[in-house]
């Protein structure tokens, strides 16, 4: 039987004690032969006992490295700082918080030997609960936080589109944007010499970069749902509501690099199908209309309709201010209506607000160097 390809697992981090021994727990029981791989964990500067725990394992099993990165300004800096040290033929990517699945390497490694095209192999990522009590976690369980399928309309296993000869603002930040986030993937080394690739150093948006650095070359990527990880996700609403932030804020880069023709795009969210058309306009960038939109647009008519309605005599205001204050209920309905299925009920309100924070984190995200880029992101409702 041929030798198992080296590969090399690379994991970025920083204040990880929280969940970093679960990930490495279940990294042990990943089935593949330890003379065949190595752990390399970059630490950006932690203040915790990350680095005091992985020297700990590091006594133990030495296949696991450590590069100290002081002052380290990304996670992308950091994995680029990893990528100058790794020996591996393919390189996985997994994130400290995250809990691979048993075959989570062979199973990518398979469709590497089928097709020597492709570039990157990404799989699922689920919720793995560290405290069964807390709301933020169990939110992020049911919102299907940084699953991939959901994502893209439920797409089963198999290739990604063809990235698009002139793409559009939401093949690269929308809804078609397909990518591999670096909590789950795993690239063919000599893919990533082929085209130069590296992340960039922003502080979020690296992977989505990297993966439109080589589909944009003809590389493949390919989605296999079974290679999965779970993830344990934030654990307060304040660092939930900075992720949000940070994505949002990585549309407006990625947009200046990859979308050169002005225009604001369209977005019919609230409609089947999500239907899309380009205006003209001296700017870039996307404009989503969804429930989440179309509720505090008529709740401004309504505010606006009821103050014109006592002010001003005779108008037939109120007519505008009803019809604006029945819509504005049933897009506030339609927003909020997938929380009902959680559990347990008597905390609807608390996944209300969750959802409503983690929705305007990302708005806020999308608008917040607008000045810099020139750049409109209007993102997508939840």
Not at 37 to 55: A, N, P
Not at 99 to 120: G, Q, S, T, Y
Not at 123 to 128: A, F, H, Q, S
Not at 366 to 375: A, P, T, V
Request: with cysteine; aromatic share 16%; charged share 25%.
């Amino acid at each position: 039987m041929a030798k198992a390809p080296f590969i090399s697992i690379i994991i970025p981090v920083r204040n990880f004690e929280r969940t970093i021994e679960k990930s490495f727990e279940f990294l042990l029981n990943v089935d593949y032969p330890r003379d065949s791989w190595e752990w390399v964990v970059g630490d950006g500067g932690s203040t915790d006992k990350t680095v005091q725990i992985v020297k700990e394992w590091q006594k133990k099993y030495p296949f696991i490295k450590l590069v100290e990165i002081p002052n380290c300004p990304s996670p992308g800096f950091a994995r680029n700082k990893i990528l100058e040290v790794v020996k591996g033929d393919f390189l996985f990517f997994t994130d400290g918080d995250c809990a691979p699945d048993k075959n989570w390497v062979n199973e990518m490694l398979k469709h590497f030997e089928r097709d020597p095209k492709i570039a990157a192999v990404g799989g699922e990522v689920y919720t793995l609960k560290v405290d069964p009590n807390n709301m933020v976690e169990a939110w992020c369980q049911h919102f299907r936080f940084n699953m991939v399928a959901p994502r893209y309309g439920f797409i089963k296993e198999g290739y990604y589109p063809d990235f698009p000869a002139h793409p559009k603002p939401s093949d690269i930040c929308g809804h078609r944007g397909y990518f591999f986030g670096t909590c789950n993937v795993a690239y063919r080394r000599s893919a990533m010499k082929d085209i130069g690739g590296k992340f960039w150093d922003l502080p979020t948006g690296e992977d989505m970069d990297l993966s439109y650095q080589h589909r944009s070359k003809g590389w493949k990527f390919y989605f296999a749902p079974l290679a999965k990880v779970d993830h344990m996700h934030r654990a307060d609403t304040r660092a939930l509501r900075k992720v949000w932030v940070t994505y949002g804020q990585a549309h407006l880069p990625l947009l200046n690099k990859y979308v050169k023709k002005n225009g604001i795009e369209i977005l019919l969210q609230c409609v089947n199908g999500c239907p899309s058309f380009t205006l003209p306009f001296p700017l870039r960038g996307f404009v989503y209309i969804g429930n989440f939109h179309l509720m505090h647009l008529f709740g401004l008519f309504f505010v606006i309709g009821l103050i014109l309605s006592f002010t001003v005599a005779g108008a037939g205001f109120e007519i505008f201010t009803l019809i604006s204050f029945l819509l504005t209920d049933y897009f506030l309905y339609q927003y909020v209506k997938w929380n009902f299925d959680m559990d347990p009920k008597s905390k609807f309100l608390t996944w209300c607000k969750l959802k409503y924070l983690t929705n305007l984190s990302f708005m806020q995200g999308g608008l917040k160097d607008f000045k810099k880029y020139k750049i409109l992101c209007i993102e997508p409702s939840f």
